[in-house]
């Protein structure tokens, strides 16, 4: 897991994540690839029109129209190539000189999960080409990405700024403890302010909670680290806190429940994707 992959495509997002992907390549000192996928779902490489054709249909009829997909998928392609050119101008201002270029034709989430192995973390926009516009929407693949692969997945909006003060929502659940271990010891929010964030019911246990979260950061060097807890529905009081503390980025993990409870009560990792005006680091 050596590398900061940066997906990008030809949203408007693509700006953010070539930001974005810079910004962790800097910080972790780990090479950013920047990988463009042509779906195969929208250009497949290959199209079989002949079960679309009545009978007495003539052969040059099928013939013009595989050509015309051809074409097609050949343009997109070059589009591709394009986008990356642009993105790798992008990172370079952003201090990353000599990016790897990767282009994939294929599904999406295959194609992340065959990179998977030497992933770090995955940088993805919140929206894509289909969604863009749609302010509190998220892209098709995305929740797919999350559920599927096992790598941290940094996801921006569309405009990205480098955090000056981070929010991690924190619950003392072992996924959120083995989150805070991580964090601690990771370069990437070394000198950075971090606020441990507890929503749950006032006490002498959440608070021994998040007095032991502190000092274990505290520990592996993060000299800066508040502490609150407070009681309210999980999106709307960490979102109001967030934004009364102006934090930057949210940090926390990811899909707790099972797709059926989910169903009934709703996801706060779906939720939070759709409403969070800031990058959301997720960790599985």
Known sequence: MNKIIACI????????VCDAGAWVSRRTRRPLVLLHVLDQRLYPAKTDLS????????TQLLEELADLDRQRSKLA???????????????AEQGVADPELLQRHGHFVEALQDLQDDTRVLVLGRQGEEHQGAAQEIGGNLERVIRTLACRILITPPDFKAPQKVL?????????KKV??????SPLFKGIPIHLLMIGEAGEKNLGLLHAARQELIAQGHTEVDTQLMQGPVEKTLLAY????QLEMIIMGAYGHSR????FVGSTTTNLLRLSPVPILLMR
């Open 9 to 16: 495509d030809h949203s408007a997002a693509a700006a953010a």
């Open 51 to 58: 079960g679309n054709i009545g009978l007495g249909s003539r």
């Open 77 to 91: 392609l070059e589009q591709g190539q394009q986008d990356l050119a642009t993105a790798r101008e992008r990172v």
């Open 168 to 176: 991690f929502a924190y619950d003392a659940s072992p996924t959120a």
């Open 180 to 185: 805070l271990s991580i964090i601690a010891r």
């Open 242 to 245: 967030q934004q009364q503390q």
């Open 260 to 263: 059926i409870r989910e169903f």
